[in-house]
């Protein structure tokens, strides 16, 4: 979902000292005359009751339990004269902001501000299913300093598959201040994707969103209780033909910021991104392994220079050879000048928006 509360998750340096009373210290059993004749899995369950059955499980199953030094059996019996030693593990949560050396792509860095390219494939934030091998695990690693900093100075996120420019505080300052920026929808972003079919040359998409009432992962319109206003700008710019069905690149710029808002009104105009494969045309997503979406361009106000901040980074490759298949060239400055003029300027719009990666 959607996460606008950037309190702290953390705080301080990621040392290597292990802290007084380490919860994953190990842990050596006392056994009772009442423990004689149980099952293992059952005694080490009823002496160690902080960590879950479950949890226990896996470690006698993974050789983390021993007993008298040799690996545990989950069905042992306990004679009561055992040294039984319980060595607890990490959950994947909880080495989820471990620094990594995690490939970034640096666009922009000064004192203050990072701006990164981040490729398709990349998560942003560790959860469920993804608790490594994130941007921030990168950010970590080669900023050890942002340890200090909430969430490592991410202020939002993409899709795991969605390429583009990303913004982050390397302090707190600066962090706030991004934030404000957000909330005030002043920030300036700009989305290239390519869509099956042909939309109107230009349009706007003002319909509600909230979650799916069949499906609690997706977003859908809706115009129940608890949705809220979306809308997004778009603009045709070139059409192209791909496995012999007409496909359009069009430039969305978002008034809102909903999850996956691009993805789910285009969708809901019946154009929907090519290799969606969550709002898209299922038979067709073998077509392209991704959602065809990328954020273009980013715009803001330096922090503490207060100078307006511009960038615009090159189509990913992967991206640049779907259009090339649709036969779809790259649109010239001369052609994006021409179609903002017939859109409205780029100016008029505030555009707040968070593609965020419920994965």
């Not at 802290?19 to 099952?39: F, H, N, S, V, W």
């Not at 969103?209 to 206003?229: F, I, L, N, T, Y």
Request: hydrophobic residues 40%; glycine residues 10%; negative net charge.
């Amino acid at each position: 979902m959607p996460d606008n509360d950037f309190d702290a998750d953390f705080e301080g340096e990621f040392g290597e000292d292990t802290p007084a009373g380490d919860p994953l210290a190990p842990i050596e059993l006392e056994l009772t005359k009442g423990d004689c004749g149980e099952r293992l899995d059952k005694v080490v369950a009823r002496l160690v009751p902080q960590f879950s059955r479950g949890r226990l499980q896996s470690w006698i199953e993974e050789g983390h339990v021993t007993v008298d030094g040799k690996p545990a059996k989950v069905r042992a019996t306990v004679y009561g004269d055992e040294k039984i030693l319980v060595v607890p593990q990490p959950a994947p949560e909880d080495v989820a902001f471990t620094p990594e050396d995690v490939p970034l792509d640096v666009v922009f860095e000064d004192d203050n501000l990072l701006v990164i390219n981040k490729p398709a494939g990349l998560v942003v934030h560790p959860g469920a299913g993804n608790w490594s091998g994130t941007m921030l695990n990168g950010l970590l690693h080669r900023w050890p300093q942002l340890g200090g900093v909430p969430r490592a100075g991410i202020v939002h996120r993409l899709d795991k598959d969605t390429s583009g420019l990303m913004v982050v505080g390397k302090d707190l300052p600066t962090q706030t201040d991004l934030v404000r920026q957000l909330q005030a929808r002043t920030v300036k972003r700009e989305y290239w994707c390519i869509v099956w079919g042909t939309p109107r040359m230009s349009g706007t998409i003002d319909a509600s969103m909230g979650r799916d009432q069949k499906d609690r992962v997706k977003m859908a319109v809706s115009a129940s209780m608890g949705s809220k206003p979306a809308i997004t700008h778009y603009q045709r710019l070139a059409e192209g033909v791909l496995d012999g069905r007409p496909v359009s690149l069009v430039q969305c710029r978002l008034e809102t910021g909903r999850t996956h808002q691009i993805r789910v009104h285009m969708a809901h105009l019946g154009f929907s991104l090519i290799g969606d494969q969550v709002y898209g045309k299922q038979h067709m997503a073998h077509i392209f392994p991704r959602q065809a979406l990328q954020a273009r361009r980013l715009g803001l106000i330096h922090p503490f220079t207060g100078a307006q901040m511009e960038w615009n980074v090159p189509l990913a490759e992967d991206f640049v050879e779907l259009m090339q298949r649709a036969g779809i060239e790259e649109p010239d400055e001369a052609a994006l000048a021409a179609a903002a003029a017939g859109h409205g300027d780029y100016e008029d719009y505030d555009i707040y928006d968070d593609e965020f990666d419920d994965e």
